[in-house]
């Protein structure tokens, strides 16, 4: 079992900035991939972004990229997810979770039923 926590939403406005930080327990967490998810009321959950094991590889939506940096320290078990030029259309409950993929191909990366584990989320607001 694979315990994560995110902290570090809040509300926001647009143009700001936020940084979410997930806390792993329970497992090695050197030997998962790492993903953000987000979902949006009455919308579906969709793909932020995920990272390797080793931080080697990293995958963004379109929607994010440039603006949003994932990174990860296995030696304190967190991974982060760095929030730039918010949008209101950010506004989302976000998640961690964790995948045990050696290598993970972009497909595993952005496909919520390849993760194993997930967080209970942390919500951002961006206003306009």
């Known amino acids: 079992q694979v315990q994560l926590v995110e902290s570090g939403g809040g509300l926001v406005q647009a143009g700001g900035s936020l940084r979410l930080s997930c806390a792993a327990s329970g497992r090695t967490f050197s030997n998962y991939a790492m993903g953000w998810f987000r979902q949006a009321p009455g919308k579906e959950r969709e793909f932020v972004a995920a990272?390797?094991?080793?931080?080697?590889?990293?995958y963004y939506a379109d929607s994010v990229m440039g603006r949003f940096t994932i990174s990860r320290d296995n030696a304190k078990n967190t991974v982060d997810l760095q929030m730039n030029s918010l949008q209101p259309g950010d506004t989302a409950a976000y998640y961690c979770a964790a995948q045990r993929a050696l290598s993970l191909p972009p497909g595993w990366a952005k496909t919520p039923t390849m993760y194993d584990y997930w967080g209970q989320g942390a919500q951002v607001t961006v206003s306009s």
């Open positions: 990272i390797s094991r080793n931080g080697g590889n990293t």
